[in-house]
C-alpha cells in the first residue's frame, strides 16, 4: 500500500467515525427526520427489540415515531470501533453506552455493540446496514431537578 493509499484510508476511516457521532448527534439533539439522510436508500435498520427496518420509508418512520415517542433524552457514546475499509464499502463494530429517559418515567443506561456496514455513495460514506445488541442495563425511577452549578438535570432515584 503506498502513501496515497494509505492517507486514502485514514481518511475514510475519521469520515466513517464523523457519520457514526452524527447519527448520535441528531438522536440526541431531536433532529429526528434527518437521521435517514445518514443511510442509503436500501439500507437495513435493526435494533435489538425494536425490529428491523429496511430501506428509507421504514426506518424514517420508525425513527420519527417510534423512537421519538418512547424516548424524553438520550445522550449516546459511541466509543472503541474496529473499521474495515475495502474501497467503497466498510464494516465497522462500536461499542455503545446510552443514557437517556423514558416518556414513562424511567431513566437509565444500556451498554452494546453496534454492528455497522457502510457504502461510498457519490463520495459521502452512509450506513447500509446497522444493527445492535445490548448487553447490559439499568434502570430507575427519575427526576428532572433544578441543580445549582448545572442548572436544569435529570436526577436517578432507585433502581428498578
Known amino acids: 500500500?503506498?502513501?496515497?493509499?494509505?492517507?486514502?484510508?485514514?481518511?475514510?476511516?475519521?469520515?466513517?467515525?464523523?457519520?457514526?457521532?452524527e447519527y448520535a448527534r441528531r438522536l440526541d439533539d431531536d433532529e429526528f427526520d434527518s437521521v435517514v439522510e445518514l443511510f442509503t436508500e436500501?439500507?437495513?435498520y435493526a435494533?435489538?427489540?425494536?425490529?428491523?427496518?429496511?430501506?428509507?420509508?421504514e426506518i424514517a418512520a420508525f425513527i420519527e415515531t417510534t423512537l421519538a415517542d418512547a424516548f424524553e433524552y438520550t445522550a449516546h457514546v459511541m466509543h472503541h470501533p474496529t473499521i474495515d475499509v475495502d474501497g467503497d464499502t466498510a464494516s465497522a463494530e462500536w461499542?455503545?453506552?446510552?443514557?437517556?429517559?423514558?416518556?414513562?418515567?424511567t431513566a437509565g443506561w444500556?451498554?452494546?455493540r453496534?454492528?455497522?456496514?457502510?457504502e461510498k455513495v457519490d463520495g459521502e460514506w452512509l450506513f447500509?446496514?446497522?444493527?445492535?445488541?445490548?448487553?447490559?442495563?439499568?434502570r430507575?425511577?427519575?427526576?428532572?431537578?433544578?441543580?445549582?452549578?448545572?442548572?436544569?438535570?435529570i436526577e436517578y432515584g432507585a433502581p428498578r
Open 114 to 118: 453496534y454492528f455497522d456496514e457502510y
Open 42 to 44: 436500501d439500507a437495513t
Open 95 to 105: 461499542y455503545l453506552e446510552i443514557h437517556y429517559a423514558l416518556a414513562d418515567g
Open 1 to 21: 500500500m503506498d502513501l496515497e493509499d494509505r492517507v486514502r484510508a485514514l481518511e475514510d476511516r475519521g469520515e466513517i467515525e464523523r457519520l457514526k457521532y
Open 140 to 153: 430507575s425511577e427519575y427526576e428532572v431537578v433544578e441543580d445549582e452549578r448545572y442548572g436544569e438535570i
Open 110 to 112: 444500556r451498554q452494546g
Open 47 to 57: 435494533l435489538e427489540g425494536w425490529g428491523t427496518h429496511e430501506g428509507h420509508a
Open 128 to 138: 447500509s446496514s446497522m444493527s445492535h445488541t445490548i448487553l447490559a442495563r439499568q
